[in-house]
């Protein structure tokens, strides 16, 4: 199997991470896992990262601040917002930043790969 793209999972809920890694593993993803955005933002793993996975709603920073802080220190990688609220604000703001997806939790496997796929096909171009 051919290893594609390095995706990082963000997300608070561990058993989502585990979910996750295993999913995109199976694909064929790279994947490294932060338990929160500010993990992430203190990691050396940022330039390698083709495609962030994010929960929206972390304790501390959320997926959208950290997004946001991200493009503001120029790194202009693709993200896929996941989420167990219904808040329209915060699906707003990550369209606005320019987040390829957006999915309500429980969502199906396939939506996710998907969206990957959209994602790392237009950071291509």
């Known amino acids: 199997?051919?290893?594609r793209a390095?995706?990082?999972i963000?997300?608070?809920?561990?058993?989502?991470?585990?979910?996750?890694?295993?999913?995109?593993r199976a694909c064929g993803y790279r994947v490294q896992l932060f338990e929160s955005a500010e993990h992430f933002l203190n990691s050396?793993?940022?330039?390698?990262?083709?495609?962030?996975v994010s929960d929206i709603q972390m304790p501390g920073m959320s997926g959208v601040q950290m997004y946001q802080q991200l493009l503001?220190?120029?790194?202009?990688?693709?993200?896929?917002f996941i989420t167990a609220s219904a808040d329209q604000t915060s699906r707003r703001t990550?369209?606005?930043?320019?987040?390829?997806?957006?999915?309500?939790?429980p969502f199906e496997s396939e939506e996710l790969?998907?969206?990957?796929?959209?994602?790392l096909n237009t950071a291509e171009r």
Request: charged share 20%; net charge negative; aromatic share 2%.
């Open 44 to 52: 050396d793993a940022i330039a390698a990262v083709d495609c962030l």
């Open 113 to 119: 790969v998907a969206c990957l796929n959209l994602a």
């Open 72 to 80: 503001n220190d120029g790194h202009c990688m693709p993200a896929i």
């Open 1 to 3: 199997m051919v290893t």
């Open 10 to 24: 963000i997300d608070d809920d561990e058993n989502v991470r585990i979910s996750l890694d295993s999913l995109l």
């Open 94 to 105: 990550a369209q606005r930043l320019g987040a390829c997806c957006y999915l309500s939790k």
């Open 6 to 8: 390095a995706i990082a």
